[in-house]
């Protein structure tokens, strides 16, 4: 059974809030994060998703254009013959009575009404076979001409007219040559600082060092405009490495968004689940299977538990997993997040290891504490980057740009179900509990230390004797005192 959660979507604030001589944004980055219009900040701009520079209408007006010449001319190529065979038959234009003459002039017309449309449909809306009303043809044959490599080449085409409008090359280039490094190196400082020195150290800053950046295509596909279109980045376990997607660019070029999301994301290669997996000789192993024992284990002591207070992010997770199901690790779905490794299970593997478990026979990632982890790091990288690159910031400059950080996911959504279980916690703890609770980001912003009522999860908790309690449980009853 799914555990009930509640999802926050209004903010309260304390009437104790409006007393303080400190601005709301001191108590509450979440709700103007997606206050309407652009957001300047020194490093760049950002825009809710509903504010987007892109034109879609336009693009999609060229890409029709682009499509209608480029089947035209690959039905005119005697070498297509073939193909044009098998889209006649996909489409059941053989079966018509004027039609037994396949060439016939009036055949090849509807043909190719067809193919563009299939086209239209793939790159557009990508479920061609769930939007049509009607079986009006053979499926099977559809995916069939689909897969065809002919298509294939089509599509590789109109990706090449598409990228002109999908890539934004002069950021791309500073976040490739420049960026990321940078963040890369800064998050290997931060390990090398909060961490005890040792093996574990040694391994998981090996680990970071060592991840590529992987481009900016998040879809593996030739072309897919939804999720072109799509905000955020990947962290590939296999090959240790992260994408940033160039949806991102089309709703914002500031660096508190771009360098949140790619701290964000290296993160994943050392958060509690993906710990587990890389070189044989590098990775982390837990030896314990109960989660409380993993959670002592985990080299960033007292923290699970610490993001697990409702006073932080409350990192949920579901209810204890069966043992280990047929398909043990299965890919996270959408442009944002992670892409495990796909392995066979394996004969003793833990019952509890922070990733996936099985709920119904559905098996599904099955804990926050993973993005809340990453949120976590994000949180601490972030500030020292700006600091670090950017001098004579005002208080306001740093406002605008955390108010940045999150914008470009702003969007309307429909309320979640209330027993809806998402990896990521609510955009609100996310952007309250964990960015505002930041004391180095409340710093720069003008604010006092603490944030009322929230938890701040010092990395100074991690040398400090072990905390760990079970989740669930009235969290960090026993605070070290200052750490708040
Ligand atoms: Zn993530």
Not at 15 to 43: K, M, N, Q, V, Y
Not at 141 to 149: A, F, K, R, V
Not at 313 to 342: D, F, H, M, Q
Not at 380 to 408: A, M, V, W
């Amino acid at each position: 059974m799914l555990r009930t959660y509640f999802t926050y979507f209004l903010v309260f604030i304390p009437s104790f809030a409006f007393t303080s001589t400190e601005d709301r944004i001191c108590f509450d980055l979440h709700g103007p994060t997606c206050a309407p219009g652009e957001l300047s900040d020194p490093t760049g701009k950002s825009r809710a998703q509903n504010y987007t520079i892109f034109d879609r209408h336009e693009f999609e007006k060229s890409i029709n254009l682009e499509i209608a010449s480029q089947v035209d001319k690959t039905l005119e190529d005697s070498k297509n013959r073939k193909f044009y065979e098998v889209a006649a038959e996909a489409f059941s234009v053989d079966g018509l009575p004027e039609c037994t003459e396949i060439q016939n002039l009036d055949c090849k017309k509807r043909v190719s009404e067809a193919l563009k449309n299939q086209l239209r449909q793939e790159i557009f809306y990508n479920d061609f076979v769930s939007k049509s009303e009607f079986k009006i043809q053979d499926l099977t044959s559809i995916s069939y001409l689909s897969e065809h490599q002919v298509m294939a080449k089509l599509r590789g085409n109109l990706q090449t007219s598409a990228d002109r409008y999908l890539n934004n090359h002069k950021v791309m280039d500073k976040i490739k040559n420049e960026v990321f490094p940078n963040v890369q190196g800064l998050l290997v400082e931060w390990l090398k600082e909060v961490l005890p020195p040792g093996k574990a150290r040694d391994n998981l800053i090996f680990k970071v060092d060592h991840i590529e950046f992987k481009g900016f295509d998040c879809t593996n596909d030739e072309i897919n405009v939804p999720r072109d279109l799509e905000p955020g980045g990947t962290y590939l376990s296999v090959g240790n490495a992260v994408t940033y997607c160039k949806g991102s660019l089309h709703y914002t070029d500031s660096l508190f968004a771009i360098v949140r999301t790619l701290a964000h994301e290296l993160s994943h290669s050392i958060d509690p689940c993906y710990i587990q997996f890389y070189l044989e000789k590098r990775k982390f192993k837990y030896s314990g299977t109960s989660q409380i024992d993993m959670e002592r284990e985990y080299p960033f002591k007292n923290i699970i538990s610490c993001l697990r207070d409702k006073r932080s992010a409350e990192a949920k997770r579901l209810n204890p997993p069966s043992p280990a199901s047929n398909s043990y690790y299965t890919p996270i779905s959408g442009g944002a997040g992670v892409v495990p490794p796909s392995q066979p299970p394996q004969a003793g593997a833990p019952q509890f290891d922070f990733c996936n478990i099985q709920n119904n026979g559905v098996v599904t990632n099955g804990d926050q504490i993973g993005e809340v982890m990453c949120d976590w790091v994000a949180a601490e990288i972030l500030p020292r980057y700006i600091e670090k690159y950017y001098t004579n910031l005002t208080t306001q400059d740093f406002r605008l740009g955390y108010l940045n950080s999150f914008r470009h996911w702003c969007y309307p959504q429909k309320q979640r179900n209330n027993d809806e279980f998402t990896t990521h916690p609510s955009f609100e703890k996310r952007a309250n509990s964990i960015l505002l609770a930041n004391p180095k980001i409340r710093e720069q912003m003008g604010c006092s230390k603490d944030l009322p009522g929230t938890l701040y999860c010092d990395p100074k908790m991690i040398t400090k004797p072990d905390n760990t309690v079970l989740p669930f449980q009235e969290a960090i009853s026993n605070t070290e005192k200052g750490i708040k």
